[in-house]
């Protein structure tokens, strides 16, 4: 689960993260009231939504020429006209495609004096079990250039989370950011305060690009990014609280009111298959047919009939999916649950679509008998193969 930045930085200021003073807005009105509550003279802008290069983004509605969706403003007067052009309009970034995110509030800071900026993050490493904290002297908005041209420049420090954070890997992130005296220090201590906000609140990932030093020689978080592994989410109420359905796919917020695992594809076949793996393999085997999936599905290892309805309707309701594949291996879930399912959601939402059902497993006999006595125009395969090689030449049929 991910979190705007101002949500990220009033989190990471109760680690006693040092972050600038900053207002959330969701109106113009809003915007220059925050505004108003600080020293100034300088102001930022910031549109706040769940993707990174917002600086480096443009408005759709603003033509190329407008600037992005992180502005400097010295007056009140500007605070507003930036907050106009940004509040309602939509913003692309090389993050969110072509297809951008309309921006719905507004974060709105303080003005800072920057001397340099640097880059951290700390993420989960599944392969070694570890926690890596990635520092660089090189941040701000190139750091992507950095890391492929230059990745010497990128230091990479693991930390044991059965031991935990040690003075040495506070001495480790302050050494990579060449940083001497009291800056030296104030990098070490940062260290620690983020480790502390990662393990607390089970981040998956945590990003400050940039870490900035000030003129008068401090370090300030600038911007922050964070994710949250969703499956500690039930630990942390608060945290989900903060949860913003707006900027999530919509069949993804719905997948997950059923605790489905649902991601939107480019292509054009829906999938609906139990088991991450073999929805990784019932997706390679589609492309490697000529075709592309319109999504992953997992309905998992215990779905039942309401659950597997649920899942049907929301590939049904891509306008994208010419056809649907669905690949089951019935052992703790049996074959006949998914069959009545399947029939279920066919009939409540008109299928006008080809289906291809492939069944393995529990009940596998009864499954198949339901579906051949539904009455409706559903292709049975063998195998996986012979599935993937059905939907296409259907698809291409029905075209």
Do not use: W
């Amino acid at each position: 689960m991910n979190i705007h930045e101002y949500q990220a930085k009033e989190l990471l200021a109760k680690f006693g993260v040092a972050v600038p003073a900053g207002y959330a807005a969701l109106s113009v009105d809003e915007a220059v009231a925050a505004a108003g509550k600080l020293p100034g003279p300088l102001y930022v802008v910031k549109a706040q939504i769940h993707a990174g290069g917002r600086g480096k983004g443009k408005f759709k509605e603003l033509g190329p020429d407008a600037k992005g969706g992180v502005r400097l403003s010295k007056t009140l007067d500007e605070v507003r006209a930036n907050a106009t052009d940004m509040l309602g309009n939509t913003l692309v970034t090389i993050q969110t495609g072509e297809a951008g995110k309309q921006v719905n509030r507004l974060y709105i800071t303080d003005g800072a004096d920057i001397a340099h900026e640097y880059y951290l993050s700390m993420l989960v490493d599944r392969k070694t079990g570890r926690i890596a904290l990635i520092v660089s002297t090189e941040g701000g908005m190139d750091i992507e250039e950095v890391a492929h041209a230059t990745p010497e420049k990128i230091t990479t420090i693991t930390i044991d989370p059965a031991e935990g954070f040690q003075p040495h890997h506070g001495r480790a992130v302050a050494f990579g950011l060449k940083l001497k005296g009291d800056l030296n220090k104030q990098a070490q201590k940062l260290a620690g305060q983020l480790y502390e906000a990662f393990i607390a609140t089970d981040m998956s990932m945590l990003e400050i690009n940039p870490l900035i030093e000030t003129t008068d020689g401090q370090l300030l978080v600038l911007d922050a990014k964070v994710s949250f592994d969703p499956n500690a989410l039930f630990r942390h109420p608060d945290i989900f609280a903060l949860r913003d359905i707006t900027e999530e796919d919509p069949a993804e917020v719905e997948a997950s009111k059923y605790d489905l695992a649902y991601i939107k594809l480019d292509g054009d076949i829906g999938c609906m298959v139990n088991g991450a793996g073999l929805a990784m393999a019932t997706m390679d085997i589609i492309k490697l047919n000529g075709m592309f999936p319109a999504n992953f599905l997992d309905v998992g290892g215990g779905a039942n009939k309401e659950k597997v309805t649920a899942a049907f309707k929301i590939i049904l309701a891509d306008p994208a999916v010419k056809g649907i594949l669905v690949n089951i291996f019935g052992g703790i879930m049996k074959c006949d649950t998914i069959a009545e399912g399947i029939v279920a959601a066919a009939k409540e939402v008109n299928l006008s679509v080809p289906l291809v059902v492939r069944l393995e497993g529990t009940n596998v006999e009864l499954g198949k008998e339901i579906l051949a006595n539904s009455g409706l125009p559903i292709v049975p395969a063998d195998n996986l193969g012979d599935a993937a090689r059905k939907i296409v030449a259907e698809v291409k049929q029905a075209a």
